[in-house]
T-cell receptor, first 112, second 114 residues
């Protein structure tokens, strides 16, 4: 069974710090990796995607992918209270599949 | 990204009844998906809805319980049939993006079955 594992947290960081969110996946054939942010009572919002090994930066967010280790992470620099949310890691099921498998999410709290 | 709407946004239903949830997109998309998110849990894919073909259901979900329609490239419905309290959940539709496998979600329908 395809699995995506995340530390459920909660992860608490002070405002201005770097928040590091981690995710491992079981299917070596996965090619597409996504981070979604979900505020309480809201639907998931896509914030980052990465397809190749290495780092991808977008503003305060950096996604990191290591396919050999089957590991993907999300760094949030200069964390703000508005970043407080649950972050869901999603991975496509197998090479070329449009279906996604979601982790259970990590709840992040940024303290002012 | 596309603008996605869902109706109703929430509902409280009695056991044994059925509810149809609508998902509307402001642009044509090939792939639409229906998910369930139970309280405190992550997203579970119910089925994939392609226009012009039968929906493809995931393990544990059957057409009799969750019939899906996809009459055109901008609209889909999910019906939750013969509801029980265990069906209380948030139901989300999503659509494929224009890159590589990304999906965008509608606002969700919060269903409570009493």
């Amino acid at each position: 069974q395809k699995e995506v594992e995340q530390n459920s947290g909660p992860l608490s960081v002070p405002e201005g710090a770097i928040a590091s969110l981690n995710c491992t996946y079981s299917d070596r054939g996965s090619q597409s990796f996504f981070w979604y942010r979900q505020y309480s009572g809201k639907s998931p919002e896509l914030i980052m995607f990465i397809y190749s090994n290495g780092d991808k930066e977008d503003g305060r967010f950096t996604a990191q992918l290591n396919k050999a280790s089957q590991y993907v992470s999300l760094l949030i620099r200069d964390s703000q209270p508005s970043d407080s949310a649950t972050y869901l890691c999603a991975v496509n099921r197998e090479g070329g599949s449009e279906k996604l498998v979601f982790g259970k999410g990590t709840k992040l709290t940024v303290n002012p | 990204s596309a603008v996605i709407s869902q109706k109703p946004s929430r509902d409280i239903c009695q056991r044994g009844t059925s509810l149809t949830i609508q998902c509307q997109v402001d642009s044509q998309v090939t792939m639409m998906f229906w998910y369930r998110q139970q309280p405190g849990q992550s997203l579970t894919l119910i089925a994939t809805a392609n226009q012009g073909s039968e929906a493809t259901y995931e393990s544990g979900f059957v057409i009799d319980k969750f019939p899906i329609s996809r009459p055109n490239l901008t609209f889909s419905t999910l019906t939750v049939s013969n509801m029980s309290p265990e069906d209380s959940s948030i139901y989300l539709c999503s659509v494929e993006g224009w890159g590589q496998d990304e999906q965008y979600f509608g606002p969700g329908t919060r269903l409570t079955v009493t």
